[in-house]
């Protein structure tokens, strides 16, 4: 080969390979511009704790989980619990966002603190459901229930159990998380009924959510009022009712006592004549609504054929919603309220060491 076929040679390569590199480079920027434009097939769901109360584990998360794949069959939820701590939700909410997911279902651990999150994620084009508690920031959707009339139920039902002695009836109240905006709606729903139908509110303090401090609350106001001084004590949970019922036993108080979530250790505690009541805030249609939400956000669907109301939180207003109606359960209709929606079995319930309550209730 003479020295002019060898340098048509090496030219011929040269510009194969520089062709080569170019079509590499066009592939890499294609799934660069890919990765922007973010993960079509994937839903985040970031739930709040799972110490205080056993209902995200057990319901929230395996229903929003069916209802997702029921309508969408090749897209996946991918989970995170914050385990009780705003920061660490804060990290899965930015782990997801890095990942590329466009639509967040979020129950906030603390809802006052969301504010710049959802807002730097809508500014990426990432939509939030706020599930449950409205978080802050310009959430996409809502779903939940009408939180004043939880509140509202709650004190009606403890007016109901007072029963005639209601208007002497003195009451501790035990609210939620002072942070917690859905505390703050169960709270004034509470005393609109509460105010002018018992005695007096004569202690109210807040136990955080947290069965200990709740716990620590009713002691104090045992010492504070002495162990006649109050005649009913409003929770705003059942996982704090627990603990306020087993304290109020120790110090030989008996007083209707109420919360809500329809927790089955609350149930059983009804059925045993301990627990005078509890709020009933069905999960399924909760997590089937903000599954339709979030499928329907990502599919850009417009979400007002399922977000039929609106929310204001402290930061927006007008926000599409789904609210839901919550029921009061008692002894007398348990069987038609968690047993009849097939949350729990009646076998779930009576136990051995409910069998005798639950037969007397016709509870089998």
């Not at 306020?244 to 927790?263: E, F, N, W």
């Amino acid at each position: 080969m003479n020295a002019t076929m060898r340098r048509a040679v090496i030219a011929t390569a040269a510009v194969s390979m520089a062709l080569s590199m170019a079509a590499c480079g066009k592939a890499g920027s294609d799934k660069k511009d890919s990765a922007a434009s973010g993960d079509t097939k994937s839903i985040g769901l970031l739930l709040p704790e799972n110490a205080s109360s056993s209902r995200y584990e057990s319901f929230d998360r395996p229903f929003i989980e069916a209802k997702v794949k029921s309508l969408c069959a090749d897209c996946k939820v991918l989970y995170n619990n914050a385990e009780g701590s705003a920061a660490k939700q804060k990290q899965q909410f930015d782990t997801l966002i890095a990942q590329g997911v466009k639509v967040i279902v979020l129950d906030a651990f603390d809802a006052t603190s969301t504010q710049s999150w959802v807002k730097e994620a809508a500014a990426k084009g990432v939509k939030v459901v706020a599930y449950d508690r409205l978080a802050t920031g310009p959430v996409a959707a809502y779903v939940s229930f009408d939180n004043e009339k939880v509140g509202e139920l709650q004190g009606q039902a403890l007016v109901d159990a007072l029963g005639a002695k209601a208007s002497d009836a003195n009451v501790v109240m035990i609210n939620g998380d002072d942070a917690d905006p859905n505390a703050g709606q169960f709270k004034a729903g509470a005393h609109k009924v509460l105010d002018g139908k018992v005695k007096k509110v004569v202690y109210e303090q807040s136990g955080e959510w947290k069965p200990t401090v709740a716990g620590q609350k009713i002691g104090a106001a045992i010492t504070q009022l002495g162990k006649d001084g109050f005649q009913a004590v409003y929770s705003a949970n059942d996982g704090m009712a627990g603990a306020i019922i087993t304290q109020l036993q120790g110090a030989g108080v008996k007083v209707p006592v109420g919360g809500q979530d329809a927790g089955l250790d609350a149930v059983q505690r009804i059925v045993n004549g301990d627990q005078a009541y509890t709020i009933y805030k069905a999960y399924r249609p909760l997590a089937d609504n903000a599954a339709e939400l979030a499928v329907d956000l990502l599919q850009g669907k417009d979400v007002k054929s399922v977000a039929t109301a609106s929310a204001d939180s402290a930061t927006d207003k007008g926000i599409p919603a789904k609210l839901l109606d919550p029921k009061i359960v008692t002894k007398d209709n348990i069987k038609d309220t968690v047993v009849a929606d097939g949350l729990y079995k009646a076998s779930d319930i009576c136990t051995a060491d409910y069998a005798a309550g639950c037969g007397a209730l016709g509870l089998k």
